[in-house]
């Protein structure tokens, strides 16, 4: 199974594909509208422009709906109000210009000529990719050797993302019963693998079997290997439809023999310097943005502007990190230190919408300045959580190997979550980041991290 791309091939080529189509439409309405003048208009009155907002609005529009993340279609109706909203924020950017630069507006009668064609064209579109393109592509034939739990979390995650562009053709498993392993058919016993390949013909081999239930067949299967068949373990699909790192089929040995399983230095100094540029940066453009929140959170609220709290870093070293005071002052004086959580009594009402849009945040571009943290890593904790964490979750204290960051892999992948369960989940976010740390996956999660704060996802 392919690693995990940011762009499955799928989706980039939807993307490309729409960016056309929804062009198209609007050169159409071009021509419809002011036929036969329509290469007039377009070429010699150099018209072209025009179109950039409202094709770029619409293509964004799709972005910010999570169009692009799962390419199913559940209801047709939903898909007709996706359309619609794209639109409508369509129309809503052309009434913008209006107030600055109207060399960029588009004629209305074109707007609504080119806004109809696109809801027809794209939705139409759409429909026909799901059902019948996607799988033109050509799919990775799949087969599951075992039927371990993380083996049931492949399977389902494959059905549910059609995007990935992999088909599951069946599992082996000497029990007999159940039949099923979700939709999937049991095809017989694993000492039919040499036959059930031959019938299938699939493109790897993921095996997940459990321990105790009988030896693996790892003759027949370097056989395999040798005969150009791809053979990984559960964990290694995991990581390629999932984008995080199992933690319960996570080996010391992995972390220790690894190569590609641990900070990457010259990354970590190329993230470093970045970081402290766009931080340098952001404090300026932000300056007026963090000004009025902090006459806000004075005049609403008695006490400090700045809210301090000691977490864990770099290596374990504890350090400040600094926010925009959300909560009320000595909030935590009865409970001592307690997780933030939704609809949290201890916030203050102008706490909630800081939280909400992430502008209590801001002040933590000073701890990316001072070296503590940098733009994109693993959330940094509270010392009393990382001891409770550490002895309930293996592997935690490996993600203090390099420097925690304002956003991350987990926030823009996790909800917010205030469990164990949650942070389990997180930290194989976080490992994976470790894992695969790169300028692009950096550039990736901060474009991310917009949509999660318009949208007020993610973790705190």
Not at 295 to 309: D, E, K, T
Not at 322 to 351: C, H, I
Request: aromatic fraction near 10%; proline fraction near 5%.
């Amino acid at each position: 199974m392919r690693l995990l791309q940011i762009f499955p091939t799928s989706v980039f080529a939807l993307l490309l594909s729409e960016v056309v189509l929804c062009t198209a439409c609007f050169v159409a309405a071009t021509y419809l509208i002011y036929a036969p003048f329509g290469d007039e208009y377009l070429l010699s009155e150099g018209a072209w422009p025009n179109l950039v907002p409202a094709v770029g609005t619409v293509i964004l529009s799709f972005y910010y709906q999570d169009m692009y993340q799962n390419l199913r279609i559940r209801s047709r109706m939903l898909l007709l109000q996706q359309l619609s909203l794209a639109i409508g924020v369509a129309f809503l950017v052309q009434s913008l210009l209006t107030y600055g630069r109207l060399d960029l507006m588009m004629p209305r009668q074109i707007m609504l000529m080119g806004s109809i064609l696109t809801v027809v064209v794209l939705g139409g579109y759409r429909l026909i990719y799901a059902s019948h393109l996607i799988g033109m592509m050509g799919r990775q034939r799949v087969l599951l050797l075992g039927r371990s739990a993380v083996l049931a979390e492949v399977a389902a995650r494959i059905e549910e993302r059609m995007e990935l562009g992999i088909q599951t053709v069946g599992f082996l498993d000497d029990r007999e019963e159940p039949e099923r392993m979700g939709s999937l058919m049991r095809l017989g016993g694993v000492a039919d693998l040499r036959r059930i390949v031959a019938e299938t013909k699939p493109d790897r081999v993921v095996v997940g079997m459990l321990d105790g239930w009988g030896p693996l067949p790892m003759m027949e299967l370097l056989n395999l290997r040798f005969e150009g068949l791809i053979i990984e373990t559960a964990a290694t699909a995991y990581e390629a439809v999932f984008g995080r790192l199992s933690i319960k089929e996570l080996q010391p040995a992995e972390l220790v023999f690894s190569a590609e399983l641990r900070p990457n230095a010259g990354m970590m100094a190329i993230q470093q310097a970045y970081s402290m540029g766009l931080a340098a940066v952001g404090l300026v453009v932000a300056l007026p943005v963090m000004s009025l929140v902090a006459l806000a959170v004075r005049m609403s609220s008695a006490g400090p502007i700045f809210y301090r709290q000691t977490r864990v870093g770099f290596l374990g070293e504890n350090f400040t990190l600094y926010k925009f005071r959300s909560m009320g002052v000595n909030a935590e004086a009865g409970t001592g230190a307690v997780w933030a959580q939704k609809n949290d009594p201890r916030v203050t009402p102008l706490g909630k919408w800081l939280r909400k849009l992430r502008l209590d945040e801001l002040p933590q571009l000073f701890n990316v300045l001072r070296g503590e943290m940098t733009m994109v890593g693993p959330r940094p904790e509270r010392p009393e959580f990382v001891k409770m964490l550490s002895e309930k979750i293996p592997y935690y204290r490996q993600r203090h190997y390099v420097r925690p960051g304002i956003t991350g892999w987990a926030q823009i992948n996790h909800k917010y979550g205030d469990t164990v369960e949650d942070t389990e989940t997180k930290l194989e976010y976080d490992l994976y980041y470790i894992k695969r740390q790169s300028v692009a996956l950096d550039l990736y999660i901060m474009f991310q991290t917009v949509k999660v704060m318009l949208l007020s996802r993610g973790a705190q």
